[in-house]
């Protein structure tokens, strides 16, 4: 009876120790896998871009940038679509996007969230942006003579297309929502050209870097719709990168994007595709102006 109750003790023992190693094993293959994902993930850089024009445009303007950066980079470069602005905005903060291309007013919102969002480089022309008030109504030559008629914005969180048209009218002393008999957002600087076109609106405003675009594909008719006028300038676009990403990656990012250049063809159907000229630094401090007509306006409290 002893000995039975003997090897029974240590057939107990060994089970346990076989059901241990086992458990060790499985956390290995558990760590190894989460370790590989890691380091996939570390190879990879995601990128994105507020949702300012259709998802087709977007992924096509990015294609041979995103080919150019893997070139110079050494790794994958992953172009990641977003739902809305919002999205950006919380991707970046979350670290599950390490890139994205910004507005103004949406790098303000994301540089508020994380503290520490770095804007690498923007398009020459973004330090003096502007914006472009368009109406089809044939009567309607300048804003005032939209009084009492629907217009048009793009997405609410637009900088162009939103904050900084209202915050200048409201300087002219016109507050929109009484002003025009209905305002909407179309969503897009692309859409509140057609919506326009259609006369889906009366008047409404988009980004003049985008309209100018529009008017060279033949894609707004500008014997029917006309630009009645055109804001001060601003800053604007940038290319903006999580603040925790290495330093390191962001100088050769940054090295990457002033590199460009128009007189190599290839980089210049890279610029063309950006609509920039070429890009160059730029800082925190260049959107403060944002930040301070985005509280003026009542959107940021």
Not at 6 to 16: K, L, N, T
Not at 27 to 33: F, K, N, Q, R
Not at 175 to 203: C, I, L, M, N
Not at 268 to 273: F, S
Request: glycine content about 6%; some cysteine.
């Amino acid at each position: 009876h002893r000995d039975l109750h003997v090897r029974s003790r240590r057939q107990r023992q060994m089970c346990i120790r076989d059901r241990f190693k086992r458990t060790l094993a499985l956390a290995a293959g558990i760590a190894l896998s989460v370790s590989a994902v890691c380091s996939h993930a570390a190879d990879v850089l995601r990128v994105s871009a507020i949702p300012d024009e259709a998802p087709t445009e977007l992924l096509r303007k990015f294609k041979p940038l995103g080919e150019y950066l893997e070139q110079q980079l050494g790794m994958k470069v992953q172009f990641v679509p977003v739902a809305d602005y919002a999205a950006v905005v919380e991707s970046l903060a979350s670290d599950r996007l390490d890139m994205a291309w910004l507005g103004g007013f949406t790098f303000v919102q994301t540089r508020l969230k994380t503290g520490n969002a770095v804007p690498l480089v923007q398009r020459e022309q973004d330090a003096q942006f502007t914006s472009k008030f368009i109406s089809a109504d044939p009567d309607v030559k300048s804003v005032k003579d939209l009084k009492g008629k629907t217009f048009a914005f793009g997405s609410v969180s637009s900088t162009s297309g939103s904050l900084m048209p209202r915050y200048f009218m409201l300087q002219d002393g016109i507050k929109p929502e009484e002003f025009f008999s209905r305002v909407a957002y179309s969503g897009a600087h692309d859409a509140t050209a057609a919506w326009v076109q259609a006369g889906k609106a009366d008047g409404g405003v988009l980004n003049a870097s985008v309209w100018e675009k529009l008017v060279a594909s033949g894609k707004v008719d500008t014997n029917k719709v006309k630009v009645i006028a055109t804001t001060p300038t601003y800053y604007d676009y940038n290319w903006t990168v999580r603040g925790t990403l290495d330093p390191a990656l962001q100088a050769k990012i940054k090295a990457a994007f002033l590199a460009l250049d128009p007189a190599v063809p290839e980089q210049k159907a890279i610029l063309d595709l950006q609509a920039a000229s070429r890009f160059i630094e730029t800082k925190p401090e260049n959107y403060e102006g944002i930040e301070q007509a985005a509280r003026a306006a009542g959107l940021l409290k």
